[in-house]
């Protein structure tokens, strides 16, 4: 029920010993459980727990009324604090006889003899959960008064006490915990539950409370009016916050020595929140080169299908027939697709997935499935069919890579839009046509998604030829000639950055590249467009990079 990494516990307190002193204190006082819960699954049997086990029910509005309602007895807060809730229930556990009974370390004089002097009796157990803030903020008409007020305030302030005072009192954020506290104050009473496991509780606690402000300060800084950064303000915060659920634990990580595990944000979109629809759970190479694929195949408006082998596309066709752009993409590079990652932008039909019957792939992701496929997939049993309901939804937050001592922030490469050609510049003399514009997009938009340095070669809307990854872009070119072979005939090439040197070009000609697209901006331009102009060959500059590192 709680996480099994080692903690050090240092065990200065005797948990017998303080609720010894507890009873010394107030020997005709019944334990104390205060339960302010918004999601309340489980919680009424759990509170019967206690109530059977000898413990004095707190509770607070919704809760109370579920408590009530099933025949626990519950003693409302403000007959405790001997005052009520106030400013529509903004203010309601805030209070000294809620929170001295929480903080209070019963095995110290001084806490007992002020216990005793204002007539507190000690709490000993908590259970809170606190307001769906993000829940909220995800619905469209969600307005900024309402965010505001989905903030927990109370229960935030009780959960950072009772984990603070995790020794004297038992902190429950998480439902699932219920269960396994319960049969443990069932068989033993709260003696049973050991300082590790309300240590490792309190950590959950503070974990809760992380990573909801980690949600509400995110939201925040997107509703601040005026997004635009002003004149010398940076658009980056002053101290990045994050916060992620853990998902799923893996087998292990990049390598069989290394542990892994996944986690999700609280967007629910991209391929750590696929539907994992049959197969195998995913290893940490799968989810790492079946991001690659859908990066990819959603960059393109138009129906096609990606392969992916080690986060680079080995094969990738644009057609409106499903199973043909799958078959094109498998011809591109058939050898580097066996055990890959393939991916659609549309509905996968039965024509495509008998279209790859004795091919062998790891994963496949689609937005969704015709049933009839997903019959035929189910007796696939190696192979992992996910689906990703949004789809198209490109990520609007800051990239975060991590660095030794540290982390990158950068705003995401964008996507690519069709129109986006009607403002690359032709620096040739020779026009390119209708045609090589078409494949020049598509060959820009995967370039997007090769490693650097990279290369792309693409005829008829299909890739053809890759280069990815050298240190030098000639390299790359080199590699992405011998893949195609002949089919480089007639194709038309793109560079994710500047063609350095007219070498490249004079290359790229020599095996029957039909026309360049490239970001320009070497120092060397000219010389490029002259190897270009020499051979004929139309050039064009789109004045933006497309590295990936």
Not at 219 to 231: D, M, Q, R, T
């Amino acid at each position: 029920p709680l996480s099994s990494s080692p903690l050090l516990v240092s065990n200065y307190y005797s948990i017998k010993h303080s609720q010894n002193q507890a009873k010394q204190v107030h020997p005709n006082t019944k334990m104390q459980a205060l339960i302010s819960v918004y999601d309340k699954t489980g919680v009424v049997d759990f509170a019967k727990t206690l109530q059977s086990a000898g413990f004095k029910i707190i509770s607070t509005g919704g809760t109370s009324t579920t408590l009530s309602k099933e025949g626990v007895p519950v003693t409302q807060v403000q007959d405790i604090t001997e005052f009520p809730e106030m400013l529509e229930g903004r203010v309601k556990t805030l209070h000294p006889r809620i929170h001295g009974g929480i903080l209070a370390k019963t095995n110290i004089v001084q806490h007992q003899e002020d216990l005793k002097k204002h007539n507190i009796s000690p709490i000993q157990l908590v259970a809170v959960n606190l307001y769906p803030f993000v829940e909220t903020v995800k619905k469209p008409e969600t307005t900024l008064d309402i965010a505001l007020e989905n903030i927990d305030i109370g229960g935030h302030t009780l959960i950072r006490a009772s984990a603070k005072n995790f020794a004297h009192v038992i902190i429950i954020v998480d439902p699932t915990d219920y269960s396994w506290i319960s049969e443990k104050i069932k068989t033993g009473g709260v003696e049973a539950i050991t300082q590790a496991e309300r240590h490792k509780l309190a950590v959950k606690a503070f974990q809760h409370g992380c990573a909801y402000d980690a949600a509400v300060s995110a939201y925040l800084s997107k509703a601040i009016v005026g997004e635009v950064p002003k004149e010398g303000e940076s658009q980056f915060p002053n101290t990045l916050i994050t916060s992620y659920e853990k998902k799923l634990e893996l087998r292990y990580g990049e390598n069989p020595h290394q542990p892994g595990c996944l986690y999700v944000d609280a967007t629910g979109t991209g391929i750590a929140n696929a539907e994992l629809l049959q197969g195998t759970p995913l290893s940490y190479n799968n989810i790492l080169d079946g991001d690659a694929a859908y990066r990819c195949i959603r960059e393109f408006e138009q129906p096609g299908c990606v392969i992916v082998k080690h986060t680079n596309p080995c094969g990738l066709s644009i057609h409106p027939d499903q199973k043909e752009a799958y078959t094109r993409a498998f011809s591109g590079d058939s050898v580097s697709a066996y055990g890959g990652i393939v991916g659609f932008n549309r509905t996968v039909t039965v024509a495509s997935v008998e279209a790859m019957k004795g091919v062998f792939y790891e994963v496949m992701i689609a937005p969704d499935y015709e049933p009839a496929a997903l019959e035929i997939l189910s007796k696939r049993a190696k192979l992992r069919v996910l689906r990703i309901k949004q789809f198209y939804t490109h990520p609007t937050a800051s990239e975060i890579k991590t660095v030794s001592g540290g982390a990158l922030l950068q705003v995401p490469n964008p996507a690519i839009s069709d129109s986006e050609s009607q403002n690359w510049k032709t620096v040739t003399e020779s026009k390119a046509t209708e045609e090589q514009m078409k494949d020049m997009m598509v060959a820009w938009k995967i370039s997007k998604h090769v490693k650097s340095n990279a290369i792309v070669l693409v005829k008829d809307s299909t890739l053809v030829g890759m280069g990815a990854g050298q240190p030098n872009r000639l390299q790359s070119v080199h590699l992405s000639l011998k893949l195609a072979g002949d089919k480089s005939k007639g194709s038309v090439l793109a560079s994710d950055a500047f063609i350095p040197f007219p070498d490249n070009v004079e290359l790229a000609v020599q095996g029957g590249i039909a026309a360049i697209v490239q970001p320009g901006g070497s120092i060397r331009d000219q010389d490029s467009i002259e190897a270009a102009n020499k051979a004929k060959v139309p050039m064009l500059f789109t004045g933006n990079r497309n590295f990936l590192h």
